[in-house]
Nanobody, 127 residues
Framework: QVQLQESGPGLVKPSQTLSLTCTVS??????????WSWIRQPPGKGLEWMGA???????YYSPSLKSRISISRDTSKNQFTLQLSSVTPEDTAVYYC???????????????????WGQGTQVTVSS
């Protein structure tokens, strides 16, 4: 059973960079066909897929965030990370890391398609 756990600061100042880490247990982030994603939910809004890194290391970003987002991984630690630059209060949300094994890339952009989720971590952007 794959388990995911987010970690990182809960408060970030405007214009700074938000950094979160997802630690994976119960499976390898290099296991075939997996997409490892970051998904967020702003208060009062729906889930938003932000981006993914695949088991082979390919990276995909939401077009709306592409200029500010970076996803990377550390296979030795079985972790993947999110960096979101130039944050504003509109980036305040619960941030989740999630995983799905699929050969259909379109599934990976749909939060409803994910099988494994971290518990989520609240990030507030405020001075």
């Amino acid at each position: 059973q794959v388990q995911l756990q987010e970690s990182g600061p809960g408060l970030v100042k405007p214009s700074q960079t938000l950094s979160l880490t997802c630690t994976v247990s119960g499976g390898s982030i290099t296991a075939a066909y997996y997409y490892w994603s970051w998904i967020r939910q702003p208060p009062g809004k729906g889930l938003e897929w932000m981006g993914a890194i695949t088991s082979s290391g390919s990276i995909y970003y939401s077009p709306s965030l592409k200029s500010r987002i970076s996803i990377s991984r550390d296979t030795s630690k079985n972790q993947f990370t999110l960096q979101l630059s130039s944050v504003t209060p509109e980036d305040t949300a619960v941030y989740y890391c999630a995983a799905v094994a699929t050969t259909l890339g379109a599934i990976a952009t749909m939060p409803s398609g994910y099988d494994y989720w971290g518990q989520g971590t609240q990030v507030t952007v405020s001075s």
